[in-house]
């Protein structure tokens, strides 16, 4: 839980700034989008503040979608955190069950030893008199027992079975949360650790790790025109193709809104680029059918930002280079895929050929 300076003063300063920022960037003043801006000020989300900073920097807007986005990877956590409540709620009760019975069955387990010490003292003084009683005491104590005995193994065995529920239940949030409801591929959360996994395992194994950031191209404009459900079926669209066009290795994810990630273990910037031109081609080749009109919408096209990481440095600076790639590749029209040896630390282009062109080959680089 985020913890806010209670400083009355302080918290007015913030909420101005926000309002007046939010204002300034034209985003719509409702309460999600306060709670983004006024973090953002406040200091408290680094990540956020990160995020933001990047944005701004590369001129981004900051439409509903995007806001959208942005509250829901560092704000919207209210489901996942039902749902864990629910499962560990479970779990202790079902502890709390199996205790009882397990103590329940310690108590009539001493009962059943005080009577078979009452009827080895029968025996033992050779005492008849009483034996049919003794008898029947031990039998009932036997039967009582065994009956505990087969209560307890049937509520362990129910008691496994919950816990096994409980367990998949974890996974399927654990995958839930790591997944974009919308296309089924790797969500923002899920890119963001496995990134960090894949630096590392390059760190390791002095292998290459590449990364391509991709926008659709004027897919506010289209959205606009045949509405979200068509710009849905934009989006999902564009998944399906990344999946398609992917190896096992590399991971596909919605990084937010229009744009998406892929990230290539053991592939050099070349490579890279191989991919990204091919993929680009997959998706200018393709038309859009709305679903519920059965009418052509027309083609969409993607521009693409290429990074290949350097030993050692921090993250955001790799995914950083692949954004200025990308806002390259749509300053220079769109359609096309700029890597970073076309930019420099100062933005400013370095004139090479451009890559927008020839229909790639489909062989992928190993």
Known sequence: MIEY?????????LSNAALAMMAELGVAAHPNNYTIFFNYLSGEEPDLKQTINILRSNHREFDELQCRDLFTRFFDTVRER???SRITDDLRNQLTSVLETVRNAGIDTRAYGEALDHFCEYIGDKDFTNLEQALKTLLGATR?????NRILETRLDNTSTEISKLRRDLEDMKREAMTDCLTGIANRKAFDLQLRDCAMQSMETGKPLSLLLIDIDYFKTFNDTHGHQAGDQVIRLMAQTLQQNVKGRDTAARYGGEEFAVILPMTGLGCARQLAEHIRHNVETRTIISRTRHQELGKVTVSIGVSTFEFGEPLARF???ADQALYLAKAKGRNRVATERQITDGNKVIRTLDIAAPEPKKQRCA
């Open 5 to 13: 300076d209670t400083d009355p003063d302080r918290a007015q300063q």
């Open 144 to 148: 009582e027992i065994e009956g505990v």
């Open 82 to 84: 039902e749902i864990v």
């Open 319 to 321: 995914i950083e280079r």
